[in-house]
């Protein structure tokens, strides 16, 4: 019983999560670390993100059973009842609520909480159904962690946290349609209508494509901003020119679901060099 509510919060996702998080808190810290909020920040947006991930899983019960990937979840195999996972659920994000309002400061809790409902309202509820757009607004979702960790050390709005959110939300667009790409049976099947499968995989392969281009040029404006160092620039230029590479020219004879896979598989490599890079190389 305890795991099947462990896996309503995907601990992968969490993870992911928190490493951008680590990569916003580092880098406003600038080698200055107040390791209480640190922990704190962490343990506060991790309960966050379970809550929205068991809600998401609420949510999605109905698609969940047409889908191959999700069919063994325990909402849908009734391991678990709804009022149980809404609870469950509740409690989470109360819980990470409380701890960050205690520990942070008034920035960083509109950042998550505007994180939080555009992932449980905006995207689970409404765009993930009825439209193309909704991995667009989805993504800036996927962008508030990096931008909660950092606003959790400076208290203010200011043009780093503005270049995190935007980093972060170009990076999870050819991320998230990448997914969709080797996932496209199942999207279709739900009837849900992302990318690949409301505009054909073509269509998806190009915009992919571009939205890697854009993100280029984006990851560096830390730099130019005088945020990070050198070495950050080096790494952020060779990981972004390598995705693109892939995309446009190594892996271009693949067929498309091969190609979407690995993409994505880069993509991770790509989030947790620039955390890493933006932790080590910060000139705040």
Excluded at 109 to 125: D, N, P, R, T
Excluded at 146 to 159: E, F, K, R
Aim: positive net charge; aromatic residues 12%.
């Amino acid at each position: 019983m305890i795991k099947d509510y462990l896996r309503t919060t995907k601990p992968g996702i969490i993870f992911g999560n928190l490493i951008t998080v680590s990569g916003g808190f580092f880098l406003a810290s600038g080698g200055e670390v107040d390791w209480a909020l640190f922990i704190a920040t962490l343990v506060g947006v991790a309960l966050i993100v379970a809550s929205g991930c068991v809600f998401n899983n609420c949510i999605d019960r109905d698609i969940d059973r047409h889908m191959a990937r999700t069919q063994g979840r325990a909402l849908v195999q009734g391991d678990i009842s709804l009022k149980g996972a809404f609870v469950f659920g509740s409690v989470l994000g109360l819980a990470g609520f409380w701890l960050l309002a205690a520990m942070t400061n008034l920035m960083a809790m509109i950042a998550v909480g505007l994180g939080f409902v555009i992932y449980v309202g905006a995207y689970s509820m409404w765009l993930k159904r009825g439209s193309v757009y909704g991995t667009l607004i989805g993504s800036l979702s996927g962008a508030a962690p990096p931008v909660v960790g950092y606003l959790a050390v400076t208290g203010q709005a200011d043009m780093g946290a503005l270049l995190l959110l935007i980093i972060f939300s170009m990076w999870q667009m050819p991320h998230s349609y990448a997914i969709a790409m080797f996932r496209v049976d199942d999207y279709r099947a739900a009837n849900i209508p992302v990318l690949p499968v409301a505009r054909g995989m073509e269509h998806a392969k190009r915009v992919v494509t571009g939205y890697i281009a854009g993100f280029i040029p984006v990851s560096l404006l830390l730099t130019l901003w005088g945020y990070t160092g050198i070495w950050y620039l080096v790494v952020a230029t060779v990981t972004g020119g390598w995705w693109l590479y892939l995309a446009a020219w190594r892996l271009k004879d693949q067929p498309d679901a091969s190609w979407a896979r690995k993409l994505f598989g880069f993509s991770i490599i790509i989030v947790m060099a620039l955390s890493l890079m933006m932790s080590l190389d910060t000139q705040l």
